[in-house]
């Protein structure tokens, strides 16, 4: 306990610091203290142990609105400043394809492939890629994407993240890292009312377990541990992408032409969801290395280490 105790007072200030910057007048942190010095700080610890071999590559998964990029910062944050790790965190959702691919998956396979998330609609080749660089001992400074949600699109070239030295952790986090894919007859039951209209021959469905089973399950092949942000249901996380989507409308409003959902488009976007996020509440925690427990309040509860 000790030793937490001396790392909470080296990366306090910037922990706290980067919580109040994620903060909005209305939507404060509670309990931030006891979340670090608890959870988080132990989740470092145990990472800094286990990441012998570099890079090591972690993998951070959770439905949507449960905190993952809140989360990751703060593990980000406490590697570099108090074990003094070179530490990269990218999410899966700045490899989504572009608008314009989109439009041509939805014109070529299903209408429903133009709405971002669903495996199939990220550019896999550009993180085995990277992988594959960060593996190597003569590491080549690259470039990787970033994606605005705001515009529904990649930000240009220019403004993408620049990786000049090899990583010693890379943290890949995302709502569908880590989920596997589903059997012939899961796929045959609809999950919700978007399915049984809009992918009444399965065409959607069987394209993104193809996915998953394909070049998704190669991908996440190369994680060395994977941590899971578990909530207690599906509903729980619509409340919470309401939530994410109200943040990002009041962060943004000085903008035009944004592509910020309302209530309806949201129950309407997180259907697309819901068939994998169901299956992961289920499988993930059978075989991921650490399980986090959220209550409905959005704070850690518990964690489980199982490997």
């Not at 972690?58 to 593990?75: D, E, R, Y």
């Not at 593996?135 to 220019?158: A, E, G, N, V, Y």
């Not at 190369?222 to 309401?242: E, G, H, I, P, V």
């Amino acid at each position: 306990m000790k030793i937490y105790n001396n790392c909470y007072k080296i990366v306090k200030k910037k922990c706290l610091k980067f919580i109040k910057s994620q903060e909005t007048s209305k939507e404060k942190f509670k309990n931030k203290e006891r979340m670090i010095k608890k959870y988080l700080i132990p989740v470092s610890f145990w990472i800094s142990d286990k990441c012998k071999s570099r890079p090591y590559f972690i993998g951070l998964a959770g439905g949507q609105g449960t905190g993952k990029t809140t989360i990751s910062s703060i593990l980000k944050i406490i590697l570099i400043n108090y074990f003094k790790l070179n530490v990269f965190k990218i999410s899966i959702d700045d490899f989504y394809k572009t608008r314009k691919d989109r439009l041509n998956l939805s014109k070529k396979i299903h209408p429903m492939l133009m709405t971002r998330g669903a495996p199939g609609t990220h550019d896999i080749k550009a993180m085995l890629d990277f992988f594959k660089n960060a593996k190597k001992k003569k590491f080549k400074k690259m470039k990787l994407p970033l994606f605005d949600k705001s515009i529904d699109d990649r930000l240009p070239k220019k403004k993408w993240y620049e990786i000049k030295k090899r990583p010693d952790v890379i943290i890949l986090e995302g709502w569908c890292v880590g989920a596997k894919a589903q059997t012939n007859l899961e796929i045959k039951r609809s999950m919700n009312s978007m399915e049984r209209t809009m992918d009444k021959q399965l065409k959607w469905r069987n394209f993104v377990n193809y996915n998953l089973k394909t070049s998704y399950k190669k991908l996440f092949k190369q994680l060395d541990s994977l941590l899971y942000l578990k909530a207690s249901s599906f509903n729980q996380l619509r409340k919470w992408r309401l939530k994410q989507e109200k943040k990002l409308r009041l962060q943004t409003k000085s903008k035009k032409n944004l592509k910020i959902m309302n209530k309806k488009d949201v129950i309407s976007f997180m259907q697309t969801y819901q068939r994998i996020t169901e299956n992961m509440f289920k499988n993930v925690p059978k075989y991921a290395s650490i399980i986090m427990n959220l209550n409905s309040s959005h704070q850690i509860k518990s964690v489980i280490y199982k490997k």
